[in-house]
């Protein structure tokens, strides 16, 4: 073929990337002495290996290493040794190993990008393009977080040992994101990767010898699911970090339960890819290519449900149907490979049952007409179309190259289909109309929003998902705070109610008319749905009064009048502000009465009665004031996009509240959740819940939405219990005995709910640090939204 029919037919030759380099690299090292632990290469305990194959040919790469549970406890006992001096080392000392480690990485960059591809099946491009300076970008950028963390994080204090388990589409990277605000934190840390891919993670290992980082700061142990297991389950880790599926995730989130780790979890996907009608759609196509067939589809944040305006749709899918067709599928070290093999066997067979359960289901499943490679685990491009919203295609994250379709007719109609799923982790929306574009994006469920384009990172940028895509941030700011612990005031531990004791029956006044206290659900005071009261006992063991005894089903009311309440979230911060200082100032119209009233049921004197209330009131006024300035932020990473990391309500917002300052701790806890627009649940002292009720007439002409408190009176054990099962409930501020919070953090895993828990013990909610920044943080979910700029 001469030039000239070479240009009109336009083909790709071959264009190999060298592997020698890599491969002498495999050939030098010992893998059966493969566990980095305390500085130095070892053997399993148990003498065990397991094998990591090439994905594009089947071919064994290495028998590696298979950690055991010894080898997991000799790994966390070298991270304990080595935390001390690691965490008080000067932040400018964690800052130059940080940056001597992003700057080593960058010395072997092309070693990382190829062993990455031959071990993971990632087309060179993307290894060497995206995930390894992506990786680098991470160690440099919080080797700044190292040396300014005593001014940006004050009163806080590194988590402790951090146990890492990451996931094999994005090892490397994945890694970085994990061990870098780690080490930034003044954390040290034990990592386990995927056992289909844990090449770079031992080149990594061996990149830290040379950076200078301290024996047992960085260990790094290889092994498959019982090795995991023993870093979730081993007593002498503080924080577990993961990142994989959501069910693995659940898993986690019930092993850890009661424990006191800290836990954030990255987990699976299935994120909206939106196109408007007024969209670039060649543009939108090209987005598409890189949102679901980047990585072959295995990229939790996929775009994998494409949502397209009906009036384009024939068009748009005729355009994308062209784009399949010129996708290059072959040898991930060709540089002109779009897909490459899927990272093994398991997966391959994964993808095809779902694609024909999909086809069963009513899609139509379309693929280019293009020859796979003779080995390896090639899937080739797919295209569902008449995908309905419950076929398995739309509902299930596939994790390979499949991409399912719907139409929408209005603004309104892809708002609902986007968030018509039980994962929230990214969406992408496409329009150039940037007022509709960013009209869309806060009423999307999702951690992350690309505008006009996808699979955006930055190191500066936050990262992280709603509902079932797990909670906790990875990247920026807010991924900083998952490895620091806030210096909360601990209060003594809390006893577990007594049950089955004599109940009081004098009358403190004999002479007052009756009055039962009722329940307060969507504005209106209710009787409990069984009909039975709780008694209350005033400080000297007489009959104070009765209070509604709430059961499941008035759980259920609440949260519905909760969830139903729309005008609270949907209001300004200012116009939160302005409920809150009204509420403030109506408690202090009444501050004499509930003084008296703390003095009977408690038995304070009259001067901590009124410091009582008098804090409640200042508490109010804090976060009303704090409504509309606990603000996001913008962030510039380095590209030609502008990052709104935007403070957005959790949602329903459980709040389980302890006997101590019954009053204090009450608005102590529910006026941060309302000033951030959460709607609450609200379950006060078991002990002392007329201070709670007696709040229902100041609610009542506060201007505060009805539905956006509701307080069900009754045992806080079993309410406890309701709220962490009810999927409505996004979120549960707990503070009760250890078992009561251990089986609340347990039963939280139908809808992966964030939890946050005294771990038994209460707090000293007359201390300033029982307010503030540390209670706003757990009232927000903290959403990025990328918009780019420019031509």
């Given at each position: 073929m001469?030039?000239l029919?070479?240009y009109?037919?336009m083909?790709?030759g071959?264009?190999?990337?060298?592997?020698?380099e890599?491969?002498a690299?495999?050939a030098a090292?010992?893998?059966s002495k493969?566990?980095f632990i305390?500085?130095?290469?070892k053997?399993a305990?148990?003498?065990?290996?397991?094998?990591?194959s090439e994905p594009?040919?089947g071919?064994l790469?290495?028998?590696i290493s298979?950690?055991?549970?010894?080898?997991?406890?000799?790994?966390?006992q070298a991270?304990a040794?080595?935390?001390?001096?690691?965490?008080?080392?000067?932040g400018?000392?964690?800052?130059k190993v940080l940056?001597?480690?992003?700057?080593a990485m960058?010395r072997?960059q092309r070693?990382f990008?190829?062993?990455?591809?031959?071990?993971n099946?990632?087309?060179?491009?993307?290894?060497?393009?995206i995930?390894?300076?992506?990786a680098?970008?991470?160690?440099?950028?919080?080797?700044?977080?190292?040396?300014t963390l005593e001014?940006?994080?004050p009163?806080?204090?590194?988590v402790?040992?951090?146990?890492?388990?990451?996931?094999?589409?994005?090892?490397?990277?994945?890694?970085?994101?994990?061990?870098?605000p780690?080490?930034a934190?003044g954390?040290?840390?034990?990592?386990?990767?995927?056992?289909?891919?844990?090449?770079?993670?031992?080149l990594?290992?061996?990149?830290c010898e040379?950076?200078?980082v301290p024996?047992?700061?960085?260990?790094?142990v290889?092994?498959g699911?019982?090795?995991?297991a023993?870093i979730v389950?081993?007593?002498g880790i503080?924080k577990?970090?993961f990142t994989?599926s959501?069910?693995v995730?659940k898993?986690?989130?019930?092993?850890?339960?009661?424990?006191?780790?800290k836990?954030s979890?990255e987990l699976?996907?299935?994120?909206a890819?939106i196109?408007?009608e007024?969209?670039d759609l060649?543009?939108?196509v090209?987005?598409?290519?890189?949102?679901?067939?980047?990585n072959?589809?295995?990229v939790?944040?996929?775009?994998?449900r494409?949502l397209?305006?009906e009036?384009?749709?024939e068009?748009?899918?005729a355009?994308?149907?062209?784009?399949?067709s010129?996708l290059r599928?072959?040898?991930?070290?060709?540089?002109n490979?779009d897909?490459?093999p899927?990272?093994?066997?398991t997966?391959?067979?994964?993808?095809?049952?779902?694609i024909?359960e999909g086809a069963k289901q009513g899609?139509?499943?379309?693929?280019?007409?293009?020859a796979?490679?003779?080995s390896g685990?090639?899937?080739?491009?797919?295209?569902a179309?008449?995908?309905?919203?419950a076929?398995?295609?739309a509902?299930?994250?596939?994790?390979?190259?499949?991409l399912?379709?719907m139409t929408f007719?209005n603004?309104?109609e892809a708002?609902?289909?986007?968030?018509n799923?039980?994962?929230g982790?990214a969406?992408?929306?496409?329009s150039?109309?940037?007022?509709?574009?960013?009209?869309?994006?806060?009423?999307?469920?999702?951690g992350?929003v690309?505008v006009?384009?996808?699979n955006?990172f930055?190191?500066a940028?936050g990262f992280?998902g709603?509902?079932?895509?797990g909670?906790g941030?990875e990247g920026?700011?807010?991924g900083?705070?998952?490895?620091?612990?806030a210096?909360l005031p601990?209060?003594?531990?809390?006893?577990?109610?007594?049950?089955?004791?004599a109940?009081?029956?004098e009358?403190?006044?004999g002479?007052a008319?009756d009055?039962?206290a009722?329940l307060?659900i969507?504005g209106?005071?209710a009787r409990?749905d069984g009909?039975?009261?709780?008694s209350?006992?005033?400080a000297?063991?007489k009959?104070?009064?009765?209070v509604?005894l709430g059961?499941?089903k008035?759980i259920?009311?609440a949260?519905?009048?909760?969830?139903?309440?729309k005008p609270?979230?949907?209001?300004t911060?200012y116009n939160?502000?302005?409920?809150l200082y009204?509420f403030?100032?109506n408690?202090?119209?009444?501050a004499?009465?509930?003084?008296?009233?703390l003095?009977?049921l408690?038995?304070?004197?009259?001067?901590?009665?009124r410091e009582?209330?008098e804090q409640s009131?200042e508490r109010?006024?804090?976060y009303?004031?704090?409504?509309?300035k606990f603000?996001?932020r913008?962030?510039q990473?380095?590209a030609?996009v502008v990052?709104l990391?935007l403070?957005e309500?959790?949602?329903?917002?459980g709040?389980?509240?302890?006997d101590?300052?019954p009053?204090?701790n009450?608005?102590?806890l529910?006026a941060?959740a309302?000033?951030m627009?959460?709607?609450v649940?609200a379950?006060?002292?078991?002990?002392?819940?007329?201070l709670?009720?007696?709040?229902y007439?100041?609610?009542e002409?506060?201007?505060?939405p009805?539905?956006?408190i509701?307080?069900?009176t009754?045992?806080?054990?079993?309410?406890a219990g309701?709220?962490a099962k009810?999927?409505?409930?996004?979120g549960?501020?707990l503070?009760?005995?250890?078992?009561?919070c251990?089986k609340a953090?347990a039963?939280?895993?139908?809808?992966l709910?964030?939890?946050?828990?005294g771990?038994?013990?209460?707090l000293d909610?007359?201390?300033?640090?029982?307010?503030?920044?540390?209670?706003?943080?757990r009232?927000?979910?903290?959403?990025?939204?990328?918009v780019?700029y420019g031509?």
């Amino acid at each position: 073929m001469n030039i000239l029919e070479r240009y009109h037919a336009m083909e790709y030759g071959p264009a190999p990337e060298a592997r020698n380099e890599a491969d002498a690299w495999l050939a030098a090292r010992d893998f059966s002495k493969s566990l980095f632990i305390d500085g130095a290469w070892k053997a399993a305990a148990g003498g065990k290996t397991f094998e990591t194959s090439e994905p594009s040919s089947g071919k064994l790469l290495a028998k590696i290493s298979d950690a055991g549970a010894a080898d997991i406890d000799a790994a966390v006992q070298a991270a304990a040794k080595a935390l001390p001096k690691w965490s008080a080392s000067s932040g400018y000392a964690r800052a130059k190993v940080l940056y001597a480690i992003g700057r080593a990485m960058q010395r072997h960059q092309r070693l990382f990008a190829v062993l990455e591809s031959i071990d993971n099946g990632k087309p060179i491009r993307e290894s060497r393009d995206i995930d390894v300076p992506l990786a680098i970008r991470h160690f440099i950028h919080h080797a700044g977080w190292a040396q300014t963390l005593e001014n940006d994080f004050p009163d806080h204090k590194p988590v402790g040992v951090v146990g890492q388990v990451i996931p094999w589409n994005f090892p490397l990277l994945m890694l970085a994101w994990k061990i870098a605000p780690a080490l930034a934190a003044g954390c040290t840390v034990v990592l386990k990767p995927a056992e289909f891919t844990p090449l770079t993670a031992i080149l990594f290992a061996e990149i830290c010898e040379r950076a200078g980082v301290p024996k047992g700061v960085v260990n790094i142990v290889q092994g498959g699911p019982e090795a995991g297991a023993a870093i979730v389950n081993h007593p002498g880790i503080q924080k577990i970090a993961f990142t994989g599926s959501s069910e693995v995730g659940k898993i986690i989130r019930k092993a850890t339960a009661g424990s006191g780790k800290k836990l954030s979890l990255e987990l699976g996907g299935k994120s909206a890819f939106i196109v408007f009608e007024d969209a670039d759609l060649d543009s939108a196509v090209e987005g598409l290519v890189d949102g679901i067939w980047f990585n072959q589809g295995q990229v939790c944040c996929a775009g994998s449900r494409l949502l397209v305006q009906e009036g384009v749709a024939e068009a748009f899918i005729a355009k994308v149907k062209v784009r399949m067709s010129r996708l290059r599928v072959g040898s991930p070290l060709d540089k002109n490979t779009d897909i490459g093999p899927l990272v093994d066997r398991t997966q391959l067979d994964r993808v095809k049952g779902l694609i024909a359960e999909g086809a069963k289901q009513g899609a139509v499943c379309w693929q280019p007409d293009a020859a796979l490679p003779s080995s390896g685990y090639y899937h080739l491009p797919t295209l569902a179309t008449g995908v309905s919203p419950a076929n398995i295609l739309a509902q299930e994250e596939v994790f390979g190259p499949v991409l399912a379709t719907m139409t929408f007719r209005n603004t309104e109609e892809a708002i609902e289909l986007a968030n018509n799923t039980r994962y929230g982790l990214a969406a992408s929306v496409w329009s150039e109309n940037v007022n509709l574009a960013l009209h869309v994006a806060p009423q999307l469920k999702a951690g992350v929003v690309w505008v006009n384009g996808t699979n955006m990172f930055d190191a500066a940028c936050g990262f992280g998902g709603y509902r079932e895509s797990g909670f906790g941030r990875e990247g920026g700011r807010e991924g900083m705070f998952e490895y620091l612990a806030a210096k909360l005031p601990v209060g003594p531990a809390i006893k577990p109610a007594a049950t089955g004791s004599a109940q009081p029956v004098e009358q403190v006044d004999g002479t007052a008319i009756d009055r039962t206290a009722k329940l307060f659900i969507g504005g209106k005071q209710a009787r409990p749905d069984g009909n039975y009261s709780l008694s209350v006992a005033s400080a000297r063991g007489k009959l104070a009064g009765e209070v509604g005894l709430g059961n499941r089903k008035d759980i259920r009311d609440a949260v519905a009048a909760a969830r139903a309440c729309k005008p609270w979230p949907d209001a300004t911060a200012y116009n939160r502000s302005q409920v809150l200082y009204y509420f403030a100032e109506n408690l202090s119209g009444r501050a004499d009465e509930f003084a008296a009233r703390l003095v009977q049921l408690t038995g304070v004197t009259a001067k901590a009665a009124r410091e009582e209330v008098e804090q409640s009131i200042e508490r109010l006024f804090l976060y009303a004031g704090l409504a509309d300035k606990f603000e996001g932020r913008v962030h510039q990473p380095p590209a030609r996009v502008v990052t709104l990391a935007l403070h957005e309500p959790v949602g329903v917002v459980g709040i389980v509240a302890p006997d101590n300052q019954p009053l204090l701790n009450f608005i102590s806890l529910v006026a941060p959740a309302l000033a951030m627009g959460n709607t609450v649940v609200a379950v006060p002292s078991e002990r002392h819940p007329l201070l709670a009720t007696d709040l229902y007439q100041v609610i009542e002409y506060s201007d505060l939405p009805a539905g956006a408190i509701n307080i069900v009176t009754g045992r806080s054990a079993e309410l406890a219990g309701v709220l962490a099962k009810h999927d409505d409930v996004d979120g549960l501020w707990l503070f009760a005995d250890a078992d009561t919070c251990a089986k609340a953090e347990a039963d939280s895993i139908g809808n992966l709910k964030r939890v946050w828990t005294g771990n038994g013990r209460t707090l000293d909610w007359g201390s300033g640090e029982a307010a503030g920044d540390a209670f706003l943080r757990r009232a927000i979910e903290v959403k990025n939204v990328w918009v780019p700029y420019g031509d």
